[in-house]
């Protein structure tokens, strides 16, 4: 047997087929528990495909249902101040396939959606997610085409919500320093972190 496998029929000399109940988990719509799980999550990570034609991935984040759940088939997710690399974003407007991989703290599952997505600034979407007089930068539209709740065991070996297992921030340099060190800046680590967490608190909204 060759050591890389290329096509699905070469997995599945490694792999078994899958479960009934793996296979039949998936919905095509919103059913009222990922409506639950959904509306208590505050983090999410979305997938997109860039046009050279690799994938990339993002993290999402906000109060507890920050995304919205318009009905059996749509989500609306607004999109927050960031880096303006706009990757996602310009990421959709070539290629519309999303797919996010929702988290709820405490909760050894997940919730998979997978979709397609659309981009707008109409009005009536801007006003609704509003905090503290702030709009969004713009709102996405996401149409389900698959949902289904994800499987603990990934969550359940990472221990990821087992505060024992927090690794202390000062195993690693802090952002700043990671910054100057990768970016080769002539500032000081310290001006660095304190602009960060300034533009943190100033732009989170």
Request: with cysteine.
């Given at each position: 047997m060759s050591e890389t496998m290329q096509d699905e029929?070469?997995?599945?000399?490694?792999?078994?087929?899958?479960?009934?109940?793996?296979?039949?988990?998936?919905?095509?719509?919103?059913?009222?528990?990922s409506?639950?799980?959904?509306?208590?999550?505050?983090?999410?990570?979305?997938?997109?495909?860039?046009?050279?034609?690799?994938?990339?991935?993002?993290?999402?984040?906000?109060?507890?249902?920050?995304v919205h759940v318009l009905d059996d088939?749509?989500?609306?997710?607004?999109?927050?101040?960031?880096?303006?690399?706009?990757?996602?974003?310009?990421?959709?407007t070539h290629a519309a396939a999303v797919g996010l991989l929702f988290f709820l703290p405490g909760f050894e599952e997940m919730v998979r959606v997978?979709?397609?997505?659309?981009?707008?600034?109409?009005?009536?979407?801007?006003?609704?997610?509003?905090?503290?007089?702030?709009?969004?930068?713009?709102?996405?539209?996401?149409?389900?085409?698959?949902?289904?709740?994800h499987c603990t065991k990934a969550l359940r070996r990472s221990e990821l919500w087992n505060s024992q297992k927090q690794v202390p921030r000062e195993t690693m340099p802090s952002f700043g320093q990671i910054m100057r060190d990768q970016m080769k800046l002539p500032v000081p680590a310290e001006v660095i972190d304190m602009a960060l967490d300034k533009d943190a608190k100033d732009n989170l909204y």
């Open positions: 029929a070469a997995l599945r000399t490694v792999y078994r087929e899958p479960s009934d109940g793996a296979v039949n988990k998936q919905l095509s719509y919103l059913d009222p528990h409506k639950t799980f959904i509306s208590l999550s505050p983090f999410l990570c979305i997938g997109t495909s860039r046009p050279d034609g690799l994938a990339d991935v993002s993290p999402r984040g906000g109060e507890a249902g920050f088939t749509h989500l609306a997710m607004p999109d927050r101040p960031g880096n303006n690399r706009l990757d996602t974003l310009t990421n959709v997978n979709g397609v997505a659309t981009l707008s600034t109409a009005p009536d979407l801007m006003n609704r997610f509003t905090v503290d007089g702030k709009p969004p930068r713009s709102v996405m539209i996401i149409e389900t085409k698959e949902v289904y709740f």
